[in-house]
């Protein structure tokens, strides 16, 4: 499975989706899933939004791999990068640190 997450509180905070439903663009597979969006749908203060440390998972079709792409504080805490690899249930990975994740 591939999608967004934010990690709050030291708890994982995600929304999925499974591969079959995505469309392969370019080699890859990427949900169409925004964190500004789904965070406003969550009922969330949006001035919070980006206080939290967050990620977004992709699957790589050429190597059959997914690539979390993170927030260094994530990518840094080993119980942070277990909760993400449980709950999208993914085996074959790597974690990449992104720019567009700050914190």
Known sequence: MIGIFWIIDEFLLAKRIKLSKVEEIKGFKDSDFSHFFEWEKMGFDIDRYDKFPRGRIVYNTYNKKFIIYAAKK?????????????FFKI????????EHYKI
């Open 74 to 86: 994530i990518i840094a805490n080993e119980e942070y990068k277990k909760m993400i690899i449980d």
């Open 91 to 98: 085996k074959k990975y790597e974690f990449a640190d992104d």
